[in-house]
Nanobody
Framework: EVQLVESGGGLVQAGGSLRLSCAAS????????IGWFRQAPGKEREGVSC????????YYVDSVKGRFTISSDNAKNTVYLQMNSLKPEDTAVYYC??????????????????WGQGTQVTVSS
């Protein structure tokens, strides 16, 4: 069974940092990419970033470029999202999911498995 568990969220002030973790199991980790997504209240879930576990290539949406860094520890089947210079508009529940592609925003269309509980990130102004 594909399972991903997100952790590391919290409440920070604008300009602060958080590191999210995504622990994966139930599939061949280094075969697929892992994507990070977020959903703010009243909005649809959107893609944030992804990383290919096989070659380490990454993708970021424009709104987080230069502030967020995605990384992967294949030995631990874990993907991280380091979030710096956080803004109030980054407030959302953050989710991770395996995806079959990475490199363009289309990674959001190729996820599989069930969504986890997510981790809440709240950025105060």
């Amino acid at each position: 069974e594909v399972q991903l568990v997100e952790s590391g969220g919290g409440l920070v002030q604008a300009g602060g940092s958080l590191r999210l973790s995504c622990a994966a199991s139930g599939f061949t980790f280094d075969t697929y990419a892992i994507g990070w997504f977020r959903q703010a209240p009243g909005k649809e879930r959107e893609g944030v970033s992804c990383i290919s576990s096989s070659d380490g290539s990454t993708y970021y949406v424009d709104s987080v470029k230069g502030r967020f860094t995605i990384s992967s520890d294949n030995a631990k089947n874990t993907v991280y999202l380091q979030m710096n210079s956080l803004k109030p508009e980054d407030t959302a529940v953050y989710y991770c999911a395996p995806t079959r592609i990475c490199g363009t925003y289309y990674f959001t269309r190729y996820t599989f498995g069930s969504w986890g509980q997510g981790t809440q990130v709240t950025v105060s102004s």
